[in-house]
Antibody, heavy 118, light 110 residues
Framework: QVQVQESGPGVVKPSETLSLTCTVS????????WSWVRQPAGKGLEWLGRVYLSGSTNYNPSLWGRVSMSVDTSKTQFSLRLTSVTAADSAVYYC????????????WGQGTLVTVSS | QSALTQPPSASGSPGQSVTISCTGT?????????VSWYQQHPGRAPKRMIF???MRPSGVPDRFSGSKSGNTASLTVSGLQADDEADYYCSSYAGSNNWVFGGGTRLTVL
């Protein structure tokens, strides 16, 4: 059974960089793609981008220049960095497997709440 | 890119059927058969219910079905049950390695 866990600081100061980690276990298929999706309080989901096991990435054009994603050498941890954060970046951040062949997200972490506040 | 358009709310009585729409454009929903639907209970992570417009993952009841016509996809929940009360989100591939979600629909079981 694939297990996904997000971790990182719960509070980030305005203008600073948000950094989160996604740790994956039980994925014997070595599925290639992992995405970050966020959800502001009371609002909908927003796809931020995805990272491939090779390290290649695709990002939401609306965040271009502020977002970066990476994979560590173990291929079981994936990272998100979002620079110059504002209150609008406050949200629950989810790590999700995919999208790949069927263009969907099949396994999700429980999410981690990040609040941007001084 | 713009979010896909969903009605903010939908409702039905136990046992009834309800359909939730998801409207995009000819560049996303209308262009690809890659629409997926997610159920989200309060405080929980989203759960995939439908992929590739109408395919159900293992374990999802056949009361959940999906379809698409033109730029609009739909999720139908038949035989409504109390546990179906949740938020539902659609997602579509939008080309150029880009994906977009809908704004979400809150389904209430009366």
């Amino acid at each position: 059974q694939v297990q996904v866990q997000e971790s990182g600081p719960g509070v980030v100061k305005p203008s600073e960089t948000l950094s989160l980690t996604c740790t994956v276990s039980g994925d014997s298929s070595r599925y290639q793609y992992w995405s970050w999706v966020r959800q502001p309080a009371g609002k909908g989901l927003e796809w931020l981008g995805r990272v491939y096991l090779s390290g290649s990435t695709n990002y939401n054009p609306s965040l271009w220049g502020r977002v970066s994603m990476s994979v560590d050498t173990s291929k079981t941890q994936f990272s998100l960095r979002l620079t110059s954060v504002t209150a609008a970046d406050s949200a629950v951040y989810y790590c999700a497997r995919g999208p790949f062949g069927d263009h969907s997200f099949d396994y999700w972490g429980q999410g981690t709440l990040v609040t941007v506040s001084s | 890119q713009s979010a896909l358009t969903q009605p903010p709310s939908a409702s039905g009585s136990p046992g009834q059927s309800v359909t939730i729409s998801c409207t995009g454009t000819s560049s996303d929903v209308g262009a690809y058969n890659y629409v997926s639907w997610y159920q989200q209970h309060p405080g929980r992570a989203p759960k995939r219910m439908i992929f590739e417009v109408s395919m159900r993952p293992s374990g999802v009841p056949d009361r959940f079905s999906g379809s698409k016509s033109g730029n609009t996809a739909s999720l139908t929940v038949s035989g409504l049950q109390a546990d179906d009360e949740a938020d539902y989100y659609c997602s579509s591939y939008a080309g150029s390695n880009n994906w977009v979600f809908g704004g979400g629909t809150r389904l209430t079981v009366l």
